[in-house]
C-alpha cells in the first residue's frame, strides 16, 4: 500500500516568514496528526484530526501554526510567522482510526528557520 | 498529561551482545505501550507495541516486557546486529488519546 506523502522535503526559510506543509495520509486512514521533532527529541503532537475535525490541538501554538484538514483527506500545517525555535522535522502520521495504535509516517519535512 | 521517561539516551554494544531500554509512564490509565525505530534520515516505523492486558511480547529477536504496578515498560533485543543501530523511542497511551512519546535512546552497534 501506498505510505502516507509529505512535501516538501526540505524547507529553509528566514525568521518571519510563513511556511506551509503538506500531507496525504494513507487511503482510508481517517485519523492524521502532525508532529514537531526538534532535533535530539522525541516526536510531539501538535494537532490530531479525526476525518476532518479536531481531536487534540492543546500543544499546537495556535498564535503562529494552523492548520486544516479539508474534506478529510489532506492536511496542511502553516507557521506564520515562523521562529529560530521552529526549526524541526515535521512529521505527518495516519491511522485508521483514533485509538488504533499504530501510527504510520511520512518522511517529514526538515525545516529550518534561520 | 502523560509523561514518558526514557533511558539511557544513548546505548553502545558489540554486535551479538544483547540492549535494553527501559521506558517509565506516569498515567496508570495508559494501556498501550509502541515501540519505535527510527533509522538517520527515515521515519519512525512501529517495530513492537504491547498492550496492558500482556505482560510480555516477542517477535524473533525483540521483545518488551510490562510492569503496570512499576509503570515501565522495556524493549530487549537480543544478539543485535549493525542494521539495528537507530534511534528508538518508546510511547504510551490511554484510549483513543494519542501517543506520548519518550526522547529517544541511540543504539550503536559495533561490529
Known amino acids: 500500500e501506498a505510505g502516507v506523502a509529505q512535501s516538501p522535503r526540505y524547507k529553509i526559510i528566514e525568521k518571519r516568514q510563513s511556511v506551509a506543509f503538506w500531507c496525504n495520509p494513507i487511503?482510508?486512514?481517517?485519523?492524521l496528526y502532525w508532529y514537531q521533532q526538534i532535533l535530539g527529541q522525541g516526536p510531539k503532537l501538535l494537532i490530531q484530526?479525526?476525518?476532518?475535525?479536531?481531536?487534540?490541538d492543546s500543544q499546537l501554538p495556535k498564535d503562529r501554526f494552523s492548520a486544516e484538514r479539508l474534506k478529510g483527506v489532506d492536511s496542511t500545517l502553516k507557521i506564520q510567522p515562523a521562529k529560530l525555535e521552529d526549526s524541526a522535522v515535521y512529521l505527518c502520521?495516519?491511522?485508521?482510526?483514533?485509538?488504533?495504535?499504530?501510527?504510520?509516517f511520512g518522511s517529514g519535512t526538515q525545516l529550518s528557520v534561520l | 498529561g502523560e509523561n514518558v521517561e526514557q533511558h539511557p539516551s544513548t546505548l553502545s554494544v558489540q554486535e551479538g551482545d544483547s540492549a535494553v531500554i527501559k521506558c517509565t509512564y506516569s498515567?496508570?490509565?495508559?494501556?498501550?505501550f509502541p515501540w519505535y525505530k527510527q533509522e538517520l534520515g527515515k521515519r519512525p516505523q512501529l517495530i513492537i507495541d504491547i498492550r496492558s492486558n500482556v505482560g510480555e511480547k516477542k517477535d524473533q529477536r525483540i521483545a518488551v516486557t510490562l510492569n503496570k504496578t512499576a509503570k515501565h515498560f522495556s524493549l530487549h533485543i537480543t544478539e543485535t546486529q549493525p542494521e539495528d543501530s537507530a534511534v528508538y523511542f518508546c510511547a504510551a497511551s490511554m484510549g483513543y488519546s494519542t501517543l506520548t512519546f519518550g526522547k529517544g535512546t541511540m543504539l550503536l552497534v559495533s561490529p
Open positions: 502520521a495516519s491511522s485508521l482510526r483514533a485509538g488504533e495504535g499504530k501510527l504510520f
Open positions: 498515567d496508570s490509565a495508559s494501556n498501550y
Open positions: 484530526f479525526q476525518n476532518n475535525g479536531v481531536v487534540d
Open positions: 487511503s482510508g486512514h481517517a485519523t
